[in-house]
């Protein structure tokens, strides 16, 4: 039943009397503790370079002109 709707019910009905009823507000907690702000929220400049980096390089192949 893994990787259902009802087998995600069950894992989640578990881990709540396992663990208690406030198990996914405490892990997601845990997570947004961890959270600092860095990356590009830190280094704007950094994302302005990455970003122009990432629009130069084309996922598309370039345009032939058939004439």
Known sequence: M???KKGGAKAAA?????YGADF???IGAMGGKLGRTGGFYAN????????AKGGRISRR???????
């Open 2 to 4: 893994a990787g259902t």
């Open 14 to 18: 578990t881990n709540r009397s396992k």
């Open 24 to 26: 996914y507000a405490r």
């Open 44 to 51: 704007r400049e950094l994302a302005r370079q990455a970003g």
């Open 61 to 67: 192949g370039k345009k032939t002109t058939t004439a």
